[in-house]
C-alpha cells in the first residue's frame, strides 16, 4: 500500500511539474510575440495603404448603429455620422432599435423626422436578443454595399467613414477596423487605465498585425464589412457573443482580408466601474472563448487561403482570453510543488508572476503600453503604468470566472445571455462625474 502511495504520489508531482511547463512554455510564447509586435511597431515600415484616397467613385453605404436602451449616447452618434464628410445621397444612417424600453426609440424617430432622406430607422419588437441578431434582422432590409456598424457610444470624426471605405477599392479586402479612442479618460482611474490598455491593443497589436499581414480583427464597433463577402461567409450569426470576433474568422477562412486603419480614430465611453467593467470583459471573454473552440481545427486544417503566419497568430489570438484560468493553474501548480517539496521552484513562481504582469491583460501588453503612450506623443501617461498591474489583476479573475466552467467543458446546456454594458454620459455627452 505504501509503495502504490508513494507511486501515486509521484506520478502526481510529474503531472503537475508537466503542466507547470506547459503553462511556462505558452506565457513564453506570448511574451515573445508582444516583444515582436513592440519591436515591428517601433522599427519596421508601416503599413497604410488606404488613407490618401480621397476623391473616389465612393460605393453606397450604410451605416448601422445597434441600440438597446442607448438614450444618454444614439442622438450624438446619429448627430456625428449626419456631419460625415461623405457623399449624402450614397450614405443611409440606421438606427437599429432591438425593444428598448427607454427613450431611444423617441430619439431617433424625431431625428428621422428631421432627416427622412438620410436616417432610416430600423424597430425590433421581437426575435432573438443580441446584437448579432439585430444586425442579422436589419441587414436584410437596408441598401448599400458597404455596412459600417458603430456602438451606440461611438462618435465618428467627419472623416472616418471614407477612411473606413477605401480599403473597399482593394477587390480582396472584406472587412475594415479603425482606432478606438476612449473619450471619458479624465473621470477616474479605471478609465485612465483603459484608455493605456485601447492604445497598447490598437497602436501595437492591431497595427502589428497590419504591418505582418497577421490578422487584424475586424471590430463591430468601429468597422465596416462588404456585403458580398458577408454573405460568402454566411451572414451575421446570432450564436455568438462576440460577433466581430467570429465574422473575422470566417472572412479569414473564406479568404477575404481585413484592413486596420490605425489613424481612422473612433471615440468611445468606457466603463467607469470595475464592476461595469468586469461584466462587460466577462463577456468578451465567454464569446472569445466560444470562437476559440468553434475556429482553432478549422483554422490548423485550411492550408489553402491561409498563410502560416497567419495561421499561427490566428491560433495565438483565439488563445488570448484562455490564458487567464491558465496562468493561474501554472501559479497553483508552482506553489504547489514548492511546498510538496519536489524541487526549489522559487524562480519559477517569480518568472511566472512577472511574465503574467508583462503580457496578459485586455489584448495589451505591460511594454506594448509603454510603446503606445510614446508613439501618441502623451508621455505623462507613462506614470500610471504601475497601477496597469491591479487592472490586469481584475481582468485576469474577471476573465476565469466567466470562461474556467466552459474551457474545461465548452457544450453546456446554459445559454448565451448578453449584459448591455451601462452608459454613463449625460446630456452634453460628458461622464455622470459620479
Same mark, same amino acid.
Given at each position: 500500500?505504501?509503495?502504490?502511495?508513494?507511486?501515486?504520489?509521484?506520478?502526481?508531482?510529474?503531472?503537475?511539474?508537466?503542466?507547470?511547463?506547459?503553462?511556462?512554455?505558452?506565457?513564453?510564447?506570448?511574451?515573445?510575440?508582444?516583444?515582436?509586435?513592440?519591436?515591428?511597431?517601433?522599427?519596421?515600415?508601416?503599413?497604410?495603404?488606404?488613407?490618401?484616397?480621397?476623391?473616389?467613385?465612393?460605393?453606397?453605404?450604410?451605416?448601422?448603429?445597434?441600440?438597446?436602451?442607448?438614450?444618454?449616447?444614439?442622438?450624438?452618434?446619429?448627430?456625428?455620422?449626419?456631419?460625415?464628410?461623405?457623399?449624402?445621397?450614397?450614405?443611409?444612417?440606421?438606427?437599429?432599435?432591438?425593444?428598448?424600453?427607454?427613450?431611444?426609440?423617441?430619439?431617433?424617430?424625431?431625428?428621422?423626422?428631421?432627416?427622412?432622406?438620410?436616417?432610416?430607422?430600423?424597430?425590433?419588437?421581437?426575435?432573438?436578443?443580441?446584437?448579432?441578431?439585430?444586425?442579422?434582422?436589419?441587414?436584410?432590409?437596408?441598401?448599400?454595399?458597404?455596412?459600417?456598424?458603430?456602438?451606440?457610444?461611438?462618435?465618428?470624426?467627419?472623416?472616418?467613414?471614407?477612411?473606413?471605405?477605401?480599403?473597399?477599392?482593394?477587390?480582396?479586402?472584406?472587412?475594415?477596423?479603425?482606432?478606438?479612442?476612449?473619450? %471619458?479618460?479624465?473621470?477616474?482611474?479605471?478609465?485612465?487605465?483603459?484608455?493605456?490598455?485601447?492604445?497598447?491593443?490598437?497602436?501595437?497589436?492591431?497595427?502589428?498585425?497590419?504591418?505582418?499581414?497577421?490578422?487584424?480583427?475586424?471590430?463591430?464597433?468601429?468597422?465596416?464589412?462588404?456585403?458580398?463577402?458577408?454573405?460568402?461567409?454566411?451572414?451575421?450569426?446570432?450564436?455568438?457573443?462576440?460577433?466581430?470576433?467570429?465574422?473575422?474568422?470566417?472572412?479569414?477562412?473564406?479568404?477575404?482580408?481585413?484592413?486596420?486603419?490605425?489613424?481612422?480614430?473612433?471615440?468611445?465611453?468606457?466603463?467607469?466601474?470595475?464592476?461595469?467593467?468586469?461584466?462587460?470583459?466577462?463577456?468578451?471573454?465567454?464569446?472569445? %472563448?466560444?470562437?476559440?473552440?468553434?475556429?482553432?481545427?478549422?483554422?490548423?486544417?485550411?492550408?489553402?487561403?491561409?498563410?502560416?503566419?497567419?495561421?499561427?497568430?490566428?491560433?495565438?489570438?483565439?488563445?488570448?482570453?484562455?490564458?487567464?484560468?491558465?496562468?493561474?493553474?501554472?501559479?497553483?501548480?508552482?506553489?504547489?510543488?514548492?511546498?510538496?517539496?519536489?524541487?526549489?521552484?522559487?524562480?519559477?513562481?517569480?518568472?511566472?508572476?512577472?511574465?503574467?504582469?508583462?503580457?496578459?491583460?485586455?489584448?495589451?501588453?505591460?511594454?506594448?503600453?509603454?510603446?503606445?503612450?510614446?508613439?501618441?506623443?502623451?508621455?505623462?501617461?507613462?506614470?500610471?503604468?504601475?497601477?496597469?498591474?491591479?487592472?490586469?489583476?481584475?481582468?485576469?479573475?474577471?476573465?476565469?470566472?466567466?470562461?474556467?466552467?466552459?474551457?474545461?467543458?465548452?457544450?453546456?446546456?446554459?445559454?448565451?445571455?448578453?449584459?448591455?454594458?451601462?452608459?454613463?454620459?449625460?446630456?452634453?455627452?460628458?461622464?455622470?462625474?459620479?
Amino acid at each position: 500500500m505504501a509503495m502504490v502511495l508513494h507511486f501515486l504520489a509521484r506520478f502526481a508531482i510529474l503531472l503537475m511539474t508537466v503542466g507547470l511547463a506547459a503553462v511556462v512554455v505558452l506565457v513564453c510564447v506570448y511574451t515573445v510575440r508582444h516583444y515582436w509586435f513592440t519591436v515591428n511597431r517601433l522599427f519596421a515600415s508601416q503599413r497604410h495603404p488606404y488613407l490618401d484616397v480621397q476623391t473616389a467613385d465612393w460605393p453606397t453605404v450604410a451605416v448601422l448603429i445597434p441600440a438597446h436602451n442607448e438614450e444618454a449616447v444614439i442622438a450624438h452618434a446619429i448627430e456625428a455620422l449626419l456631419e460625415a464628410d461623405y457623399p449624402h445621397d450614397r450614405m443611409v444612417i440606421v438606427p437599429v432599435d432591438d425593444r428598448s424600453t427607454d427613450r431611444t426609440r423617441e430619439l431617433v424617430a424625431e431625428l428621422a423626422a428631421r432627416h427622412p432622406e438620410r436616417i432610416r430607422p430600423f424597430y425590433r419588437d421581437s426575435g432573438k436578443a443580441g446584437k448579432a441578431a439585430a444586425l442579422k434582422d436589419a441587414t436584410g432590409q437596408v441598401p448599400g454595399e458597404i455596412l459600417l456598424v458603430f456602438d451606440a457610444d461611438y462618435i465618428p470624426g467627419t472623416g472616418l467613414v471614407k477612411q473606413l471605405v477605401a480599403p473597399f477599392f482593394d477587390p480582396e479586402v472584406g472587412a475594415t477596423m479603425g482606432r478606438v479612442v476612449p473619450v %471619458n479618460v479624465g473621470i477616474n482611474l479605471l478609465t485612465r487605465l483603459l484608455d493605456l490598455e485601447r492604445a497598447g491593443g490598437y497602436q501595437v497589436d492591431q497595427q502589428a498585425r497590419m504591418n505582418m499581414q497577421l490578422v487584424p480583427q475586424f471590430g463591430g464597433t468601429v468597422g465596416g464589412v462588404r456585403r458580398r463577402a458577408l454573405e460568402s461567409v454566411g451572414g451575421w450569426r446570432d450564436d455568438t457573443l462576440t460577433e466581430d470576433t467570429e465574422l473575422t474568422y470566417r472572412l479569414l477562412l473564406g479568404g477575404w482580408q481585413t484592413v486596420y486603419q490605425n489613424r481612422s480614430e473612433c471615440y468611445e465611453e468606457v466603463p467607469e466601474l470595475w464592476r461595469v467593467r468586469q461584466r462587460q470583459i466577462q463577456r468578451w471573454a465567454r464569446g472569445h %472563448n466560444g470562437v476559440m473552440w468553434r475556429y482553432a481545427v478549422p483554422l490548423l486544417r485550411n492550408r489553402g487561403r491561409v498563410t502560416r503566419a497567419q495561421q499561427l497568430d490566428g491560433l495565438l489570438l483565439l488563445g488570448v482570453f484562455a490564458m487567464a484560468p491558465l496562468l493561474i493553474l501554472g501559479w497553483a501548480l508552482a506553489l504547489g510543488l514548492l511546498y510538496a517539496g519536489a524541487s526549489p521552484l522559487h524562480g519559477v513562481v517569480a518568472i511566472l508572476a512577472l511574465a503574467g504582469y508583462s503580457t496578459l491583460g485586455n489584448y495589451a501588453a505591460f511594454f506594448q503600453v509603454a510603446t503606445a503612450a510614446r508613439l501618441d506623443g502623451t508621455h505623462g501617461r507613462i506614470r500610471l503604468l504601475p497601477f496597469l498591474s491591479f487592472g490586469f489583476l481584475v481582468s485576469l479573475l474577471s476573465v476565469s470566472r466567466a470562461i474556467l466552467p466552459r474551457t474545461l467543458w465548452p457544450f453546456g446546456r446554459r445559454g448565451l445571455v448578453w449584459h448591455k454594458t451601462q452608459r454613463f454620459r449625460n446630456g452634453n455627452g460628458n461622464g455622470n462625474g459620479h
